[in-house]
């Protein structure tokens, strides 16, 4: 195959009536979201998005949202995924860089603010009025996106923004295709499966493993419009889930929020991203650890555990990489450089990682000045992760060598929030780090300086925020400690630094 549409064709064809959507009584066929997105070609047409125009796709996952990317796909569009819960001001930042021609909302209120020049369009509303249409304006054989070149760009997907504003990183089609082989080979993915992807689709993880990965082991696809703990092995049980997508947070709600009486029941015999309390704890027989990221060909490493088997390194199970995708290379960059294949075992650093072909990696960051590829000379791209290699000459991750803030599954951008919060009266330095939360992940730590904390401004500003952006204490210092060169943040020290004055920001605003 050359390119995503003739995957969907394809899969349209050989299985019209497997299920694809969200899980429930009411999920479409394949069959049924093909011929909704190919009745809304002729629109997409009309407004711009069509054929090798960029599209930005904003909105909560639902029928109508993968609908709509169905339709992007099929009419050759490039689509960046965007996360829906970024406030206006900070999207139109993104997309200034993107300069797309159309945005398509979908569960979601529309923002003239955001793209003004691009056309914009209701994905739910497209959606509606062409399933009841009489016909289809496009044929499966006749589909645009079939015109499209591997290499040729598919979309875009951002990086969290963990340290600045969110890049868009450029993946074309034969990104996505061995992507999709690669995890249905991994985890034996056939005609015999549903995979439930209960995630944010504008992340890798639902999309690429979820929905890419399913479709090519032609199992059917199922997701979910927001993930809940007590309904969610109900509804496992009823959609008969054999393989389920997560990550680190829902896996670690679940174990914390469901017991073993509550799974019973169900099918599923594979979890992406487990560990031995969740594989034990819901009688799951196979769980999959790996290491990857959206620049590094959207997962680059990947192992099998089986039930009742756990690691004997401290970082655990779900921290191993284990061993590389066959068309990936790798090493640690660091004092004891090496690969995990040249002897170099207990190799601590960051990891580097280089394709031996072209198309697997991402393509490089897009920005308004055009494609910024952070390869060396020689095709090495240096993650940001540091990791190490076992006594097997497998990888393991350590963590992020950047600096980082992850709330219920979502990295904060932490250069955003602190703007917001520096225009507060009262504070006259400002950063944003992290603790321990009680639950999952982290809290979002405000530190200030300034004569006194500003509980009202700071409530006002948090308000206009999304959940997993706002911070749960304030924190004044004397001094923000910075770096004496660039001035630049040394979070780290704020861990150890004398706080003059602790604020809960949730009790504060009671």
């Given at each position: 195959?050359?390119?995503?549409a003739?995957?969907?064709?394809?899969?349209?064809?050989?299985?019209?009536?497997?299920?694809?959507?969200?899980?429930?009584?009411?999920?479409?066929?394949?069959?049924?979201?093909v011929?909704?997105?190919?009745?809304?070609?002729?629109?997409?047409?009309?407004?711009?998005?069509?054929?090798g125009r960029?599209?930005?796709?904003?909105?909560?996952?639902?029928?109508?949202?993968?609908?709509?990317?169905?339709?992007?796909?099929?009419?050759?569009?490039?689509?960046?995924?965007v996360?829906?819960?970024?406030?206006?001001?900070?999207?139109?930042?993104?997309?200034?860089?993107?300069?797309?021609?159309?945005?398509?909302?979908?569960?979601r209120?529309?923002?003239?603010?955001?793209a003004?020049?691009?056309?914009?369009?209701?994905?739910?509303?497209?959606?509606q009025?062409?399933?009841?249409?009489?016909?289809?304006?496009?044929?499966?054989?006749?589909?645009?996106?079939?015109?499209?070149?591997?290499?040729?760009?598919?979309?875009?997907?951002?990086?969290?923004?963990?340290?600045?504003?969110?890049?868009?990183?450029?993946?074309?089609?034969?990104?996505?295709?061995?992507?999709?082989r690669?995890?249905?080979?991994?985890?034996?993915?056939?005609?015999?499966?549903?995979?439930?992807?209960?995630?944010?689709?504008?992340?890798?993880?639902?999309?690429?493993?979820?929905?890419?990965?399913?479709?090519?082991?032609?199992?059917?696809?199922?997701?979910?419009?927001?993930?809940?703990?007590?309904?969610?092995?109900?509804l496992?049980?009823?959609?008969?889930?054999?393989?389920?997508?997560?990550?680190?947070?829902?896996?670690?709600?679940?174990?914390?929020?469901?017991?073993?009486?509550?799974?019973?029941?169900?099918?599923?015999n594979?979890?992406?991203?487990?560990?031995?309390?969740?594989l034990?704890?819901?009688?799951?027989?196979?769980?999959?650890?790996?290491?990857?990221?959206?620049?590094?060909?959207?997962?680059?490493?990947?192992?099998?555990?089986?039930?009742?088997?756990?690691?004997?390194?401290?970082?655990?199970?779900?921290?191993?990489?284990?061993?590389?995708?066959?068309?990936?290379?790798?090493?640690?960059?660091?004092?004891?450089?090496?690969?995990?294949?040249?002897?170099?075992?207990?190799?601590?650093g960051?990891?580097?990682?280089?394709?031996?072909?072209?198309?697997?990696?991402?393509?490089?960051?897009?920005?308004?000045?055009?494609?910024?590829?952070?390869?060396?000379?020689?095709?090495?791209?240096?993650?940001?992760?540091?990791?190490?290699?076992?006594?097997?000459?497998?990888?393991?991750?350590?963590?992020?060598?950047?600096?980082?803030?992850?709330?219920?599954?979502?990295?904060?951008?932490?250069?955003?929030?602190?703007?917001?919060?520096?225009?507060?009266?009262?504070?006259?330095?400002?950063?944003?780090?992290?603790?321990?939360?009680?639950?999952?992940?982290?809290?979002?730590?405000?530190?200030?300086?300034?004569?006194?904390v500003?509980?009202?401004?700071?409530?006002?500003?948090?308000?206009?925020?999304?959940?997993?952006?706002?911070?749960?204490?304030?924190?004044?210092?004397?001094?923000?400690?910075?770096?004496?060169?660039?001035?630049?943040?040394?979070?780290?020290?704020?861990?150890?630094?004398?706080?003059?004055?602790?604020?809960?920001?949730?009790?504060?605003?009671?």
């Amino acid at each position: 195959m050359r390119n995503l549409a003739e995957l969907v064709c394809d899969r349209a064809r050989r299985r019209p009536g497997a299920r694809f959507g969200m899980a429930g009584k009411a999920t479409p066929t394949l069959g049924q979201a093909v011929d909704r997105a190919l009745a809304s070609i002729t629109t997409l047409d009309e407004a711009g998005a069509c054929l090798g125009r960029r599209v930005a796709l904003i909105g909560t996952t639902s029928d109508s949202y993968l609908t709509a990317w169905l339709a992007l796909v099929l009419a050759g569009a490039e689509t960046a995924l965007v996360n829906p819960d970024y406030p206006d001001e900070l999207l139109a930042e993104m997309l200034e860089q993107l300069s797309p021609d159309a945005v398509l909302w979908c569960g979601r209120a529309f923002a003239p603010a955001v793209a003004p020049d691009a056309v914009h369009l209701n994905a739910e509303a497209l959606d509606q009025a062409q399933s009841t249409s009489a016909g289809r304006a496009t044929t499966l054989d006749d589909a645009p996106g079939l015109q499209r070149g591997r290499f040729d760009v598919a979309g875009w997907m951002h990086t969290s923004g963990t340290t600045g504003l969110p890049k868009f990183c450029e993946q074309t089609h034969e990104y996505f295709l061995r992507l999709g082989r690669f995890i249905a080979d991994s985890m034996c993915l056939s005609e015999a499966d549903t995979v439930l992807a209960p995630l944010p689709m504008f992340h890798i993880n639902p999309l690429g493993y979820g929905v890419i990965g399913g479709l090519t082991g032609s199992a059917e696809v199922l997701g979910l419009e927001r993930f809940s703990a007590s309904g969610f092995w109900p509804l496992v049980r009823e959609a008969d889930a054999t393989v389920l997508i997560l990550h680190a947070p829902p896996v670690e709600i679940l174990k914390r929020a469901t017991s073993a009486a509550d799974a019973a029941g169900h099918r599923v015999n594979r979890v992406f991203f487990a560990d031995p309390d969740f594989l034990e704890s819901f009688d799951v027989p196979l769980g999959f650890s790996a290491y990857g990221s959206t620049e590094a060909g959207g997962l680059c490493h990947i192992w099998a555990w089986r039930q009742g088997e756990r690691p004997d390194h401290p970082e655990g199970m779900s921290r191993y990489g284990g061993r590389s995708r066959h068309e990936v290379q790798w090493r640690i960059n660091g004092p004891t450089a090496g690969t995990g294949t040249d002897g170099a075992r207990g190799a601590t650093g960051e990891i580097e990682v280089r394709a031996d072909r072209p198309g697997v990696l991402f393509a490089g960051y897009r920005r308004g000045d055009g494609l910024v590829e952070p390869f060396d000379d020689d095709g090495w791209f240096a993650t940001g992760d540091l990791g190490r290699i076992d006594e097997s000459g497998n990888l393991v991750f350590i963590e992020r060598a950047s600096e980082s803030i992850r709330v219920k599954g979502e990295f904060v951008p932490i250069g955003y929030v602190e703007q917001r919060f520096a225009s507060v009266d009262g504070v006259t330095d400002v950063a944003v780090w992290r603790r321990n939360s009680e639950l999952v992940d982290d809290e979002v730590v405000l530190y200030l300086v300034g004569p006194s904390v500003p509980t009202e401004g700071i409530e006002t500003v948090s308000r206009q925020l999304p959940p997993f952006m706002r911070p749960a204490v304030a924190a004044r210092l004397a001094e923000i400690p910075r770096d004496s060169g660039v001035g630049k943040v040394r979070r780290r020290l704020l861990d150890d630094a004398t706080v003059l004055e602790w604020v809960d920001l949730a009790e504060a605003s009671k």
